[in-house]
């Protein structure tokens, strides 16, 4: 069974009284411990796409099934919950909570679940950072890292509730190519250890290269769906 | 705990605005404590005024005396008799008891005349009751049998008096025929209480019994306990002792309309603080809605990780809430400050009434000396911070609300 199976997938915007398609039918499936990366050109809907995949927008048309589980007609309470316990996030820009230390940034995800005695907690999130090389670090703020540093926290953000999928959008577009290569490296060997299926959007060559399936995005459609062994 | 402690955590972002609106908190309390300190000290001089110059701890009259009193008619008057002194001083906490007799004068100076009330005093046991003889400014107390009378300065400067003058006092019999006094003025008084100083003579009891051909009768007793929280129930117990027309009544009795405009001003005060609390409020919106905007990338973080809508007002309830607290402590400490000065300094009369002699229907005047109670620290401190964490609930609501994919990119 796929992980994910979208049919029909379509989005439209509305800018005033024009309708802007972002997404124009897309049928895919996911399976789990895939590597994927979504690529394409500014506009073509990768952002759009990935948004819908991670139940945090609703498509105008079509079907996203979710481990088995239509999530077409959930409410947002419900996404919350999908996303909460199946799902996470490495942005862009990071988005970590200044104030938090490296330690609570991530702990801060896990606490969401609350499935943990604060022992297990602890040990855990520290585990993770170790694994992500920033186990001195925990008690630095993120103004105290560097972007890659930053990068690998929210990485053991998204990884610390051990979700189904995790989901990045540009995850390499603030970093230097060097830090680019470690956060990339750093994501495979989570894929492969802990088989937790991975897609990305980028328009970054190196990123592609890392991928075991390449999906291009054209005009909000898939012009190219690419497996590679 | 978590949210409680990022919540806390971060008040740290934005420091100098955290400060500034908890200021705006404190401010609302401080001022809130200070007019709620002087209230009580004027409460406080104010019964004391009333008790200790006008009513006593209880009068006894006959009722339909009393509904009337004002009017000063030498109607429905009490013949002392030993039976009710006696069940008088049964009273529980009784100290003193003294027998005053009321009644209306024209005093003349030979140029103007004023009404003003004439009060007719037992010498030898006024005093136990009341403190009218420690207010004297200059010359002694009348003696007793003789035409001796006292005033108040300020009457005396008014109608123009030195002491060793002479005021006539036209007065009304009991038969409504007219008599004069020609009193000669041996002490003036200078008491806080304001109308006392400029509206009363008082004379030995009985020379005003002789000449309002009353014999022996009074108005009214006046009874001095050794507790005027004893005085609301002594009262009741004392009138079910006595055989009617007679009725006892406390000094809050005495002082109804005073409690009355107390109770007003309380009101007033609660208003004032709520006023200020409401400006204060918008400052705690303000500051959510300009953190929400700041973080508006981190809030669609937090909904992409699945945070709920009610943990994230939760995470703004509780910077409020913070905000009331950092507020509430510094305007506790600041409120403590203040009325420190205030008790100790106190504040003159004048100053609050524009340098003027207003009253305000208060029966004080000179120095008022704040007081406090424990019970307006809690309540404003409390109120303080409930009002920061409901003025943060809507713009809380607004920011969690926030579509997650526009958060994230901050569209």
Redesign the interface.
Request: charged share 30%.
């Given at each position: 069974m796929s992980l994910i199976k979208l049919t029909g997938l379509e989005k439209i915007y509305q800018q005033g009284k024009i309708e802007v398609p972002a997404l124009r039918g897309i049928d895919m499936e996911i399976e789990s411990g895939e590597f994927t990366t979504i690529f394409g050109p500014s506009g073509s809907g990768k952002?759009t796409l990935l948004?819908m995949i991670?139940c945090?927008?609703k498509s105008t048309a079509g079907e996203i099934v979710f481990d088995g589980h239509s999530i077409n007609d959930l409410n947002s309470?419900e996404l919350?919950?999908?996303?909460?316990?199946n799902?996470g996030?490495v942005?862009q820009?990071y988005?970590l909570?200044?104030?938090?230390t490296a330690f609570?940034n991530v702990?801060?995800?896990i606490?969401?679940i609350d499935k943990h005695s604060k022992k297990e907690r602890r040990d855990k999130v520290m585990s993770l950072l170790e694994e992500v090389g920033l186990g001195d670090m925990a008690d630095r703020r993120p103004n105290e890292l560097s972007g890659g540093q930053k990068q690998r926290v929210a990485i053991a953000?998204a990884l610390i509730k051990e979700p189904k999928l995790v989901l990045a959008d540009e995850p390499t577009a603030n970093l230097d190519s060097e830090t680019s290569k470690e956060v990339l490296e750093l994501m495979k060997e989570m894929n492969e250890e802990l088989n937790t299926t991975f897609i990305f959007s980028t328009h970054d060559p190196q990123v592609m290269d890392y991928a075991r399936r390449l999906i291009e995005i054209k005009d909000g459609k898939i012009s190219k769906d690419q497996r590679r062994d | 705990m978590f949210f409680l402690k990022m919540a806390f955590k971060n008040l740290t972002r934005h420091k100098r605005r955290t400060i500034i609106t908890a200021l705006i908190i404190a401010f609302a309390i401080l001022i809130y404590v200070i007019t709620e300190g002087l209230m009580i000290g004027m409460t406080e001089m104010s019964f004391d005024n009333i008790i200790n110059l006008e009513s006593g701890h209880l009068q006894v009259a006959d009722q339909n005396y009393w509904e009337d009193r004002k009017e000063l008619q030498l109607k429905n008057l009490i013949t002392p008799a030993a039976e009710i002194e006696n069940k008088i001083s049964q009273t529980d906490g009784f100290e003193a008891l003294t027998r005053r007799l009321n009644f209306a004068v024209n005093l003349n100076n030979g140029i103007d005349e004023l009404p003003v009330t004439g009060v007719g005093i037992n010498l030898e046991t006024d005093s136990r009751v009341f403190e009218l003889d420690q207010h004297l400014v200059e010359g002694r107390m009348p003696e007793a049998g003789s035409t001796e009378i006292i005033m108040g300065a300020k009457l005396a400067e008014l109608m123009d008096f030195q002491l060793g003058d002479y005021a006539i006092m036209l007065i009304r019999t009991e038969e409504k025929t007219f008599n004069t006094i020609d009193g000669e003025i041996v002490g003036l008084f200078n008491t806080p209480h304001p109308s006392l100083n400029e509206s009363n003579v008082f004379l030995p009891l009985s020379t005003v019994q002789e000449r309002l051909n009353v014999e022996d009768k009074i108005s009214h007793y006046v009874v001095r306990l050794n507790d005027q929280d004893l005085a609301s129930n002594a009262a009741e117990e004392l009138s079910s002792r006595l055989s009617a027309p007679y009725q006892a009544y406390s000094w809050r009795d005495a002082a109804r309309s005073l409690v009355t405009m107390l109770e007003m001003q309380d009101i007033e005060t609660q208003i004032i603080l709520a006023i200020i609390l409401t400006l204060a409020a918008v400052g705690i919106v303000n500051t959510v809605i300009l953190s929400a905007l700041e973080r508006m990338e981190e809030l669609g973080m937090m909904k992409a990780l699945g945070m709920h809508e009610r943990e994230i007002v939760y995470t703004f309830m509780g910077e409020a809430a913070g905000i009331g607290l950092i507020g509430g402590v510094m305007g506790v400490i600041m409120g403590i400050i203040g009325l420190a000065i205030f008790n100790i300094n106190g504040i003159d009369m004048a100053t609050m009434t524009g340098g003027g002699d207003m009253t305000y229907g208060f029966p004080l005047s000179g120095t008022i000396y704040a007081g406090w109670e424990l019970e307006s620290f809690i309540f404003v401190f409390v109120y303080g911070v409930v009002v920061s964490v409901l003025a943060s609930v809507l713009p809380a609501l607004w920011a969690a609300r926030k579509d997650p994919v526009k958060a994230i990119y901050h569209r």
């Open positions: 952002t948004n991670g945090l927008d309470k919350a919950e999908v996303r909460r316990y799902l996030f942005f820009s988005n909570i200044p104030v938090l609570e702990e801060f995800a606490r969401l953000r | -």
